[in-house]
């Protein structure tokens, strides 16, 4: 099973960013797919929700209005389009997969909001 992130980087505050995260070793279409970010010090955070046929999708309310999650199941792969991106949007970003009692996660994508 492997999680790969992708598409992390530096940009200036209100640039945009797309993360992706391709999945493989697993049914991918199977499992719900969450975005998640963390900085040195604190709690891992959940950004965004995507359920398996990506019907239903769900924001932290920091990001709510600027970032979307997005999955492809034909491609295996899940997004992650980040708007308006604020300095406090610097973080690791995580892709994680769940389903009953599995939890996979990716080795994260470094986000970097600074002028």
């Known amino acids: 099973v492997t999680l790969v992130e992708s598409g992390g980087g530096l940009v200036q505050p209100g640039g945009s960013l797309r993360l992706s995260c391709a999945a493989s070793g697993f049914t991918f279409s199977d499992f719900g797919m969450n975005w998640y970010r963390q900085v040195p010090g604190k709690e891992r955070e959940r950004v965004a929700t995507i359920s398996s046929a990506g019907s239903n999708t769900n924001y932290a309310g920091s990001v709510k209005g600027r970032f979307t999650i997005s999955r492809d199941n034909a491609k295996n792969t899940a997004y992650l389009q980040m708007n308006n991106l604020k300095p406090d949007d610097t973080a690791v970003y995580y892709c994680?997969?769940?389903?009953?009692?599995?939890?996979?996660w990716g080795q994260g994508t470094q986000v970097t909001v600074s002028s």
């Open positions: 994680n997969a769940r389903a009953l009692f599995y939890n996979y």
